[in-house]
């Protein structure tokens, strides 16, 4: 497992939490000598929070995120990674490899890009893209709140929505087990007509299920369907093997 290396990384990130909450606040505010009408006040209608966020609370919100998030130098030295960054580079099948705690592209050309990017989002905070060959990464400069030249790479999903997320989804719904299988099938972009192939029944079957999936759902098409799921908050970054197996 990747650790964090650099508590300074971490410190960064909870300043510009902080930071961007205040600044938030700071831009509801009138002028000061504006007048303004009768309503509550901009900090009243402010949701309330305990205060800033410790280590162990900000490094459980990022692994939350089901996107690969990792926190790079100019040279590419890992400062920190997610669980989602973690198993995306201990994989083995994306374009980068970890050399002690230097990310490397193992294509020059890939490498080179990367680093580019990486340069712009710390010296110009400019955001961009950069095609692997396995997927896309966008380099996002830190917010105006940090004092450490580093950058996040936030990392291109392998599917549309987790295993877990479409067993959740599909308990919620009521799907049967075999509707929960179509579903799956649908969301990586499969026709009714290989699905029937595939689990070996006829095609007539296989649109039944459809339409029972879409009644239950309450959606009008496939295409909603998948746009909808595209939309779920992610449902696996902060739980661990025992709990997964609970929503299998």
Request: hydrophobic share 45%; proline share 5%.
């Amino acid at each position: 497992m990747l650790r964090l290396t650099d508590e300074g990384s971490t410190e960064s990130i909870r300043r510009l939490v902080n930071r961007s909450r205040d600044s938030a606040m700071n831009l509801c505010m009138p002028p000061p000598q504006a007048t303004l009408p009768a309503v509550a006040s901009p900090a009243d209608r402010t949701v309330p929070t305990a205060g800033p966020l410790d280590d162990r609370s900000l490094r459980a919100l990022l692994d939350a995120i089901d996107y690969g998030t990792l926190l790079v130098d100019e040279a590419l030295g890992l400062h920190w990674c997610n669980r989602i960054g973690q198993r995306w580079l201990g994989a083995g099948s994306s374009d980068l490899e970890l050399k002690g705690m230097m990310l490397h592209g193992k294509d020059a050309a890939v490498d080179a890009a990367l680093r580019r990017a990486v340069r712009l989002a710390i010296d110009r905070r400019v955001q961009s893209l950069v095609d692997l060959m396995d997927r896309s990464v966008a380099v996002v400069p830190l917010g105006m709140g940090s004092d450490r030249r580093l950058a996040s790479l936030v990392v291109e999903r392998a599917e549309l929505c987790s295993h877990y997320t479409l067993a959740a989804f599909s308990r919620q719904h009521q799907l049967s087990p075999a509707e929960a299988g179509v579903l799956r099938l649908l969301v990586r972009g499969m026709a009714p007509e290989a699905i029937a192939r595939r689990n070996g029944v006829a095609l007539s079957t296989v649109r039944t299920q459809v339409i029972s999936i879409r009644a239950k759902t309450g959606v009008a098409s496939v295409r909603e369907l998948v746009n909808r799921l595209s939309r779920i908050p992610p449902m696996v970054g902060v739980l661990d093997e025992e709990s997964l197996t609970v929503l299998s």
